[in-house]
């Protein structure tokens, strides 16, 4: 019988060190499989958070590191909670989760249904459609804000075609009014081929039978949709939309390189006014509430989803 | 709404995690509503009442048991 690498391993282990291993159980071996992964975890998400949680009852300022740091109490939490700026910030954060994942459930659904009827050459369009979530968002904030230019920009040019208005008489990520409806188009465009993928699998996951058998029946196309294809995606529909409130709801790097916050404070996401507080500010203390308020709320969204899609997968 | 008192009385998970749900929802709500300040303010207390009863409610038995 050959020589396997287990067996000339087994035999190169010096002696004391094969009988120390084999004295453990098996549960002591799996905790050293385990162990390393474990303290990963506490070191880089368990312990800032509870460092976290414990910087936000002080008034500690990263950038004055060697002043005596001072409990402060829920200070912190009444003064973010009162503040109108961070309700705007709040509402402006609201306003994009909200169009952001309407346009992208609504457009992702509608291009898996059509791509998902054969047809020739749908596995190139489904790579052209999918395309732009490839790319970095730093990129596609970048030229967007050439996309969006009244002067050479050609989303204005297009505008103007459809609607027969001057290409510079608006600003997209100028304009108060646009400016937010600016980063919801450039969102929709990056993140609907990723709910697209989500809803295409969904679809491909329905047996062909169950639609023969609505057949059989005579049941109509609309009550096929209805009672058999939209019932079916809906846990994948969940998932997408698990996903996608979850990132939009930390959204930094778009909408940075795209309107940077502004005009004025219009566009101004929680992270970015997060990342104001702690490093242009430098209240790292206040930062850390605001942070713990943010990680609460994201944290509470995704235990309703992860119920509502183990309810939806019972059915 | 029977069920649903007797099962928050026998402390079944079922009603219980309804009840987290409908606060951390109304929670969110109140945070990103744009029209009075007060429900802002305490929208946070409700949404961490609501997450903290969620996964303590989890460990409740289902119900019929």
Known sequence: ?315 | MTGFLSGLVRLRRGPWELLATVLIALGVVMLMQPYVLWLYTYSFIVTLVGTVMFIVVSHFPENGR
């Open chain 1, 1 to 315: 019988m050959s020589d396997t690498f287990a067996d000339r391993a087994a035999r190169a282990t010096p002696k004391p060190a094969a009988r120390r291993i084999r004295g453990l159980s098996d549960r002591a071996i799996a905790w050293i499989f385990v162990a390393p992964t474990i303290f990963l975890l506490l070191a880089i998400n368990i312990f800032p958070l509870i460092w976290t949680i414990n910087l936000s009852f002080t008034n500690f300022k990263a950038n004055r590191a060697n002043r005596a740091v001072e409990y402060i109490g829920l200070r912190n939490y009444e003064r973010i909670l009162t503040d109108s700026d961070i309700w705007l910030t709040m509402q402006a954060t609201a306003h994009f989760l909200f169009w952001t994942i309407f346009f992208q459930v609504l457009i992702g659904f509608t291009l898996a249904w059509l791509i998902n009827r054969k047809f020739k050459g749908n596995d190139l369009w489904t790579t052209i459609i999918v395309l732009p979530m490839m790319l970095s968002p730093a990129v596609v904030g970048n030229f967007w804000t050439f996309l969006y230019q009244p002067q050479i920009g050609l989303f204005n040019y297009v505008v103007a075609f459809f609607t027969g208005a001057d290409p510079s008489s608006f600003q997209m990520i100028g304009d108060v009014a646009l400016a937010p409806w600016s980063i919801v188009i450039v969102d929709t465009w990056m993140w609907t081929p990723f709910v697209m993928l989500i809803c295409l699998a969904g679809l491909r996951s329905i047996p062909d039978y169950i639609y023969e058998a609505a057949e059989i029946d005579r049941a109509s196309k609309m009550r096929q949709f209805f009672t058999i294809t939209i019932p079916m995606v809906l846990p994948f529909l969940m998932l997408a939309v698990l996903f996608r409130g979850i990132e939009n709801f930390k959204m930094f790097d778009l909408v940075v390189q795209l309107t940077g916050g502004g005009p004025g404070s219009t566009t101004e996401l929680t992270s970015i006014n997060l990342k104001r507080e702690a490093f242009e500010k430098w209240r790292t203390g206040y930062a850390s509430a605001y942070a713990i308020i943010l990680f609460v709320t994201v944290f509470g969204l995704a235990s309703i989803y992860v119920k509502a899609l183990n309810k939806v997968k019972e059915r």
